[in-house]
C-alpha cells in the first residue's frame, strides 16, 4: 500500500497506550511517531515533504526571524522563512530560502544561498583564517540598460546648469551599475565662492526609472573647454565626484596633492560651453 504525504492526511487516529499514529488518507493507511506528525505542521517541513528525492534538505533548520547571517557558521543547511528580514542577507528577496554552509571552523566557512523569490544562487565565504565575510557573488545576469537626456548639472545656491545624455548598465539583482554622462553647460555661475554646484545623479536615476540610490562608489570626469581641448587646471592629480555634507550633493572635485587630498570646484570654474564628460559607479 503507497504511503501519502502527512499533510495530505484527511483522518488520523491512535492507538490506546501507544505514541505511534495511523494517517488515513483515502484507501492507504500509514503508521508515524506524535514527533513526526508535530513536525509535519511546520513551513519547512511541508515544503521538504514535496522534496523526496532528497533526504539532506529535510534536515534543514528554520532560522529565527532578524538573524544575522554573519552568525551562521555551523555546516548544516537552513530554512529562511517568508515575510522576515535577515541581517547581511544579498538583497531583500531573500525570504523562503535554503541556506547552505559548508565550515571547517569560523574562520573557514562559505555560505550558499537558493532564495524562493529570487532566481539568482549567491555564495560568499569568509576570507582564510579570518572570521571577515567577501562579499557575496551572484550567478544573475539581469543586467538592463537604460538611458535618458536631462538636465544633469545643477548648483544648491547658483545659477549653474548643464545639460546632456546619459546611460547606464543596472543590474536589477544587486542593485548596482555603471553609470556614463556627458553635459554641456549652458547656464553659468558668476558666483566666486560658490561651491555648491554638482552633478545630480539622483534626478538622472530617478529618470532612468531606478529609485533605489545609495551611493557613488567611485566616479572621475574629464572636463572640456567650448573648442574640445582638455581643460588640465581642472584635473590636477585626478577628478572624482565628491560629496558633501553640507549641500547633500555630489560635487565636481579633483585630488589637488601627490598624497590624495581632495577638494571641490567652485561653480565660477565652469563657462558656457563647457563640456564634462564621466563615468561612475553606484549602488
Request: with cysteine; glycine share 6%.
Amino acid at each position: 500500500m503507497a504511503n501519502k504525504k502527512i499533510t495530505d492526511a484527511t483522518q488520523i487516529s491512535t492507538m490506546s497506550g501507544s505514541d505511534k499514529l495511523f494517517v488515513n488518507s483515502g484507501d492507504d493507511l500509514k503508521q508515524i511517531t506524535l514527533d513526526q506528525a508535530v513536525a509535519a505542521s511546520t513551513p519547512v517541513q511541508q515544503l521538504n515533504n514535496n522534496i523526496e528525492f532528497s533526504t539532506l534538505v529535510k534536515k534543514a533548520k528554520n532560522l529565527e526571524p532578524n538573524t544575522d547571517l554573519n552568525t551562521i557558521t555551523t555546516s548544516g543547511i537552513y530554512y529562511l522563512l517568508n515575510a522576515e528580514t535577515w541581517g547581511n542577507a544579498p538583497n531583500t528577496k531573500v525570504t523562503n530560502s535554503y541556506l547552505i554552509v559548508i565550515a571547517v571552523n569560523t574562520k573557514r566557512c562559505t555560505q550558499i544561498l537558493l532564495p524562493g523569490n529570487d532566481t539568482a544562487i549567491y555564495i560568499r565565504s569568509t576570507y582564510t583564517d579570518n572570521t571577515l565575510w567577501t562579499n557575496w557573488k551572484s550567478n544573475n545576469t539581469d543586467i538592463e540598460i537604460k538611458n535618458c537626456f536631462c538636465k544633469n548639472i545643477a548648483s544648491v545656491d547658483g545659477t549653474l546648469e548643464g545639460y546632456g545624455y546619459n546611460y547606464c548598465y543596472y543590474n536589477k539583482s544587486t542593485k548596482i551599475g555603471i553609470l556614463h554622462f556627458a553635459s554641456r553647460i549652458e547656464t553659468p555661475d558668476s558666483t566666486l565662492n560658490n561651491f555648491s554646484g554638482y552633478y545630480d545623479v539622483t534626478t538622472v536615476l530617478e529618470n532612468m526609472g531606478i529609485t533605489s540610490f545609495n551611493k557613488i562608489l567611485e566616479s572621475n570626469y574629464t572636463p572640456y573647454d567650448s573648442t574640445g581641448v582638455v581643460r588640465a587646471k581642472l584635473i590636477g592629480y585626478g577628478t572624482t565626484l565628491l560629496y558633501s555634507s553640507a549641500s547633500q550633493h555630489y560635487a565636481f572635485a579633483r585630488y589637488y596633492t601627490k598624497d590624495g587630498e581632495k577638494g571641490a570646484w567652485a561653480t565660477s570654474e565652469f563657462q558656457k560651453g563647457d563640456y564634462i564628460t564621466g563615468s561612475l559607479i553606484f549602488s
